[in-house]
């Protein structure tokens, strides 16, 4: 099994999470990397993801494990790899693992950095300390929910925004964030000049790094 | 353009990415060229991606070494509406270049019911509709694809009309408008020049009719032709999500209703070697997971059997399956399907009885249809379905009662077979639209109301038979579609008044706008009567100046073969003469 970091960046951060699927797959077989199919029916790549990223959102910290069908050393992969890929799709390590380091159930948080165009008001960072509610729309159904515990965090930088919000089974979308910020203070940010930066899993001595996480594994 | 604002807009609409481009295979869209061209194609992104034809004509002009080549498809409506709400005009996906700073814009016309989508796609990049109302400073305007087959209706919009196989055509034009960039007049009686190439207003009409004969472009070896090597990989899913193997065009059968059939005449076939050659460059460059023999009858190729096997076997070992598309019932082979997924077969008998079958020259038998079904159930298909036709030339309701009774043994034979009644038999009936030169040109339209009647008998014959889902075409859109594929240049009017009273993606059935249409020809004073009415032979036809090589005297004798129940062999075995050969060598019968 081989784990990879990548970035979606540019055009691609348009890519749904279905189609990436694909990509990924297209680019495997241009880089003549064989991969392993499921049985059955109807045998699928054995690639797994993080959770989705929303549409239009980029990233420079996704990664996805794979099944490979033949022995590669991982840097021949990331080689081999990043020479056929779409614009905005580019490996940033690669390495092999023995453990299925199961991003999308372990992956408890994420670093979003979102930039405005003039400098943000800093009363933005107290929406985390007190009650936060939000209201959105889903499956038809308006709903409202308290968000300030999936608020880990919410710094003002000049022009930036950097949040570190809940991501996986208790998730906060940064667009969901980023319309009650709008709403209150009087701003206007969206996922167009938003990005995540890191992702997190649940460590023995709080937040590690999906990166350091991974050299763990590795031990 | 803004790109902060287009940014804003993608995350507001569906499916962001039919309108950036970055696919991988894009060349380079800077190289000290001399001439800027978009390929333009009349409906959504998914659409156009899956079309073999747009690729080809993009490859060709990339590979000029003077040339650039764009592309842009028809915005969906929401992304449309933040265009017109912004003041952003229409764009290319490549450079984000509007549209009307191209020197040439290229429409594939593809369906008559796209017609409304070119004038839209004009409308939003603020380019004047017709050819007349515009001069250098505007693109030079061209269309081509099949249904150029008959340009009249909208040859009024454009500036240049391909008639024909567009490969060499295409790049001429391109050369030719590097050179005369700043004389529009001296341009077009240049490109008039050039076979395939017709320039609407510099015809001379006789009785409203055009007179001045345009030859068909013909490809004449296509084992040669260009082909796009590195053909652009779609970053979201598309209609037909799979590489494309041309294995011939033409077609050996001679279906009397099929113009394509005609149109691509001659038959011109690409060798085996640079067939298999082909499917291992475009799965290395492209990566694509499903690669489809595309061709009017592939199963007629020949040597079909070793040609699937040597695909399959480069292709399996890397992840790739191999479609194998559009087999007639007589040609299918169960062996080339043998290991394929189970999961569905598709036929198209077209008539549900050998008479009616006959009088269409769809040449296949009530015995041939048993034995491929038989074949097929013994191999474990548990899914069929079937295509056919109603409406057709001298159709009675015994012909409709065949269609039914002919499901019904399908059932039967399944039954005896597999001894379980979990069939599905998808039926689809689609409406008959006589079309442009075929042996059926001169045929009426069936009556709109008589149309529906004879979908809906069928509806409750094939009701009582169990698992059988039925659906069929919307009457009132083969009406349209019979006006447009016959129409004359009187359309252009009814065509721009639709589309000013709201009628876009009219192919669509959730977009399609009936009382729009419907107020456009009254507006007008056009009358559709006066289009889908039965023709004499020796009426002057508004197509008939254009020469595809198959002669009207070989369309008429089939005409007449057809209603005396004559059927006429496949070309495989004998030249039967139809002309095609006159522009180049027909392939029929000697591979």
């Known amino acids: 099994m081989i784990c990879a970091k990548f970035t979606k960046c540019g055009n691609a951060k348009y890519i749904s999470h279905i189609d990436m699927l694909k990509t990924i797959v297209y680019t495997l077989r241009r880089a003549g990397i064989r991969i392993k199919y499921s049985q059955g029916y109807n045998p699928y790549p054995l690639l797994k993801f993080n959770a989705p990223l929303p549409l239009g959102l980029a990233s420079i910290a996704e990664y996805f494990t794979l099944e490979l069908a033949e022995s590669i050393d991982a840097k021949d992969f990331l080689l081999a790899f990043n020479k056929v890929s779409v614009e905005g799709i580019k490996l940033l390590f690669a390495k092999k693992c023995n453990k299925n380091p199961n991003f999308a159930g372990r992956i408890v948080a994420s670093d979003y950095i979102v930039e405005a165009s003039t400098p943000l008001p800093c009363k933005i960072e107290h929406l985390a300390q007190t009650d936060c509610i939000i209201e959105y729309i889903q499956k038809g159904v308006r709903v409202q929910e308290e968000i300030s515990a999936k608020i880990l965090s919410l710094k003002v930088d000049g022009t930036r925004l950097l949040a570190r919000l809940a991501t996986g089974s208790e998730n906060l979308r940064l667009d969901r964030l980023l319309t009650k910020v709008n709403l209150d203070f009087d701003v206007c940010l969206g996922l167009e000049s938003a990005s995540r930066i890191s992702q997190y899993v649940q460590g023995e001595k709080g937040l590690l790094n999906v990166d350091e996480y991974l050299k763990e594994l590795e031990l | 353009m803004n790109q902060q604002k287009l940014q804003e807009i993608l995350l507001k609409v569906e499916k962001p990415a039919r309108y950036i481009g970055g696919e991988y295979n894009t060349p380079p869209m800077r190289k000290g060229e001399s001439v800027r061209a978009a390929i333009c194609f009349a409906d959504i992104y998914e659409i156009a991606m899956s079309n073999l034809g747009i690729q080809i004509l993009y490859d ?154 345009v030859k068909k472009a013909v490809v004449a070896d296509l084992t040669s032709a260009p082909y796009p090597k590195k053909p652009l990989v779609p970053n979201i899913q598309v209609v037909h999500d799979r590489l494309m193997l041309e294995l011939f065009r033409g077609c050996w059968a001679g279906c009397r209703f099929c113009q394509a059939g005609f149109y691509y005449r001659p038959i011109r076939c690409r060798e085996q070697g640079k067939l298999i050659d082909m499917a291992q460059v475009l799965i290395a460059n492209t990566g694509r997971e499903e690669l489809g023999l595309s061709s009017l009858s592939s199963g007629d190729y020949p040597n079909i059997e070793e040609l699937v096997k040597s695909i399959t076997e480069l292709a399996e070992p890397q992840g790739v399956k191999v479609q194998l598309p559009s087999l007639r019932l007589d040609s299918f082979d169960i062996e080339l399907t043998k290991g394929a997924r189970l999961s569905g077969l598709t036929f198209a008998p077209e008539a549900g009885t050998q008479r009616l079958r006959d009088v269409i020259n769809k040449n296949i038998t009530d015995q041939d249809i048993k034995k491929t079904m038989a074949a097929a159930f013994s191999q474990g298909y548990k899914t069929i379905k079937l295509y056919f036709m109603l409406g057709l030339p001298t159709e009675s309701y ?76 919307d009457n009132r859109v083969a009406e349209l579609e019979a006006v447009m594929a016959r129409g004359d240049r009187a359309l252009a009017k009814v065509i721009l008044a639709a589309y000013r009273n709201g009628c876009v993606f009219d192919g669509w059935s959730e977009h399609f706008n009936a009382k729009g249409w419907e107020h456009a020809f009254s507006e007008t004073g056009i009358k559709i009567e006066d289009y889908i009415r039965e023709r004499t032979t020796d009426e002057l036809l508004p197509w008939d100046f254009i020469d595809i090589g198959v002669s009207k005297k070989y369309l008429a004798k089939e005409y007449k073969r057809a209603l005396l129940g004559q059927t006429t062999p496949s070309c495989k075995y004998k030249c039967i003469g139809c002309g095609a050969d006159k522009f180049a060598p027909c392939q029929g019968i000697s591979v």
């Open chain 2, 60 to 213: 060709i002009l990339n590979s000029h070494p003077s040339i650039v080549c764009e592309r842009c498809f028809t915005p969906w409506p929401d992304f449309a509406k933040e265009l017109q709400k912004g003041n952003i005009p229409l764009f290319s996906l490549e450079t984000r270049t509007p549209l009307a700073h191209f020197d040439i814009l290229g429409f594939s016309c593809q369906y008559e019911l796209s017609f409304t989508n070119v004038l839209f796609m004009l409308d939003l990049a603020g380019i004047p509709f017709y050819a007349k109302d515009r001069d250098e400073q505007f693109p030079l305007i061209i269309a081509g694809g099949p249904c150029m087959a008959n340009p009249e209706p909208i040859a009024d919009f454009f500036d240049l009309i391909v008639i024909g196989d567009g490969e060499e055509a295409f790049l001429e034009i391109a050369l030719l408008a590097e050179q005369y960039k700043d004389n529009r007049q001296a341009l077009l009686e240049k490109a008039s020049e050039i076979q395939g190439v017709y320039v609407p207003s510099l015809c001379t009409f006789e009785n409203g009719v055009c007179v001045t004969s």
């Open chain 2, 398 to 473: 015994q012909d409709i009662d065949g269609i039914a009774d002919m499901v019904s043994l399908i059932r039967e034979l399944y039954i005896e077979k597999r001894k379980d009644k979990r069939i599905k038999i998808n039926v689809s009936a689609n409406i008959f639209i006589p079309k442009p030169f075929t042996p059926f040109q001169w045929v009426a339209q069936i009556d709109k109301k008589e149309a529906l009647n004879r979908c809906l008998y069928l509806k409750e014959k094939l009701r009582p038979i169990a698992g059988v889902r039925f659906s069929y075409s």
